[in-house]
């Protein structure tokens, strides 16, 4: 189990220190012995005192591999990063952590745990939608709870996937950092199971485990022929603007340009971070839109920044923008942002430059193309570099890095399949014919 000093650490007095399988484990062949891999640490950087509910994903213990029928403690710790306490037993004040999507989705039932009804197995959760209550009486601001809670591996040898994310009851959903736990169940014999379907390329929209040098990645992704649509990038604000910026739902963003698909664009100062009083929906980065045919924070492009643009189908691409900038060509569309993940189909070295929240695992978001074809990605459990080698797996050749976290939004059809998250001030959509 990971451990970190804190202003405080909540733990209920039965924790157990690492995952260990328990001790009404279902008896296992001979010949099959279950692991647990090394945990996932804590971010280097943590925000406090957002108002409102909110939490940070603060570290986890490793994911077990497993016999059938076995069950295994898991440990999740979020650190509160809103002003107000999450309450023991009030309603509307009391944290817990539900199940979430994809795997198997906002408040749907799975067969790794549950309180036994609605055909889920019974492993002690306080509901079969309901994972772990907090388990302390009090969790303050700027304090962290550990929440533990049994998985069991079905009897069916394969890969399982729960993913989860907190919530107030009755109040809200805090902050989703794509975090979920992968289980493997192997054969009663002990060997392992078959190897997952390899992803699906096709166009449209997916969600597909992405399999990289630094690990599997849960990706949902919009894949497109750039033959077949056109790539726009827009913003809210007509004219340039630094504090209280305009800012729409991505949906409204597919509804103006009756597009198909698209997903959130460049970082912002959003209205819930104290850092971004007085500049509350701006951003940093030049953007080009596509229906004003003008850059919006023209200046911006005379910077380090990495820009991805498009001329119709053909496309560009910049590790430092300030180099288009000295030497313009036409645009229908264009984005900076930091960093470039890839160029010419290798991955581009920048954690040296990257702040605490890119180097920390979460919701990540990126762009990118091969000359045949545009990709959306939203990256989960992610940081930075891990998603340009999750951009890389995809077949993109170049690939720029997006928002995520709490502003990370894909639209496809009609329907979200990530967010909506945030207000946005600049997004990207395709249009078809």
Known sequence: ??????????????????????????????????????????????????????????????????????????????????????????????????????????????????DGTNGSPATGWPRYNRIAIQPAPYVGPSQVAWFQFTIQAPVQAGSYRLYLRPLVEGATWLEDFGVFWLVTVLNADGTPPSPPAPPVLGTGYGFQNVATARGTFGVHLVKERLAD????????????????????????????????????????????????????????????????????????LNGQNGLLAFNGTTTSVYRRSFVYFQQQTPVTAAITNYPLLLQNGAVISSEAEQSASQLAKGTKGAIGVDGTYVYLVIATN?????????????????????????????????????????????AIVLTKP
Not at 246 to 274: H, I
Not at 408 to 416: E, N, P, T
């Open 1 to 114: 189990m990971i451990a970190r000093a804190a202003s405080a650490l909540l733990v209920a007095s039965w924790l157990v220190v690492g995952p260990t399988p328990a001790a009404q484990a279902a008896p296992a062949t001979a010949t099959c012995t279950s692991s647990v891999g090394p945990g996932i640490p804590p971010p280097a950087g943590l925000a406090a005192g957002v108002p409102g509910f909110h939490a940070q994903w603060y570290g986890q213990s490793g994911y077990p591999t497993l016999c059938p029928g076995e069950r295994s403690t898991a440990t999740v710790a979020y650190y509160n990063s809103g002003s107000r306490g999450w309450v023991n037993g009030r309603m509307g004040e009391v944290a817990y952590l539900g199940t979430w999507g994809p795997e198997p989705g906002q408040d749907q039932v799975t067969p790794l745990g549950g």
């Open 229 to 300: 649509v056109t790539v726009k990038t827009l913003t809210a604000n007509t004219t340039e603007c630094l504090n209280n910026c305009p800012a729409k739902p991505l949906a409204q963003y597919a509804a103006e340009t009756n597009a198909y698909a698209g997903m959130n664009g460049t970082y912002l100062c959003p209205p819930d971070y104290a850092a971004c009083a007085g500049k509350v929906n701006s951003y940093d980065y030049a953007v080009y839109n596509s229906t004003l045919r003008r850059w919006l924070n023209y200046n911006a």
């Open 382 to 426: 992610a940081n930075v570099t891990d998603l340009a080698y999750v951009m890389q797996a995809l077949g993109a050749r170049d690939g720029l890095n997006l928002d995520g976290g709490g502003t990370a939004a894909m639209w496809i059809g009609g329907s979200y399949k990530v967010g909506p998250g945030r207000l946005l001030p600049n």
